[in-house]
């Protein structure tokens, strides 16, 4: 298992936006429940970062959460996910394929 950074976009619009935000799909408790695993398991909280961060772009998308040094974006991603994108990306190395919207660069990024 090699270190991870995972980016969490906990973004906030205002009411009403026409893009509407990360924040208002639930991203902040997907971060939270990152928190919450990561400090329930050693091994990975000493492999893995996790960063809330302002906008990633695919507002559209969000939940949106980006893992490097893989590349690999994640959208519409809800707390009952996390567990699989630990076990799954982060211990195993593989992408969870029915969340991933894009790999290497950003969604919609020729």
Not at 65 to 71: E, L, M, Q, T
Not at 88 to 93: A, I, T
Request: with cysteine; glycine share 10%.
């Amino acid at each position: 298992m090699g270190f991870r950074h995972v980016f969490i976009c906990v973004n906030q619009r205002p009411p009403g936006h026409p893009q509407g935000s990360c924040a208002e799909k639930g991203s902040r408790d997907v971060y939270q429940v990152f928190m919450e695993k990561l400090q329930q398991d050693p091994e990975l909280f000493m492999t893995t970062l996790v960063t809330p961060t302002g906008c990633l772009g695919p507002c559209m998308l969000g939940p949106t959460i980006v893992v490097y040094p893989d590349g690999v974006w994640y959208g519409n991603v809800k707390t009952e996910d996390v567990d699989e994108i630990i076990n799954s990306h982060l211990k195993e190395g593989k992408p969870v394929e029915r969340l991933v919207v894009s790999q290497g660069k950003p969604p919609g990024m020729m």
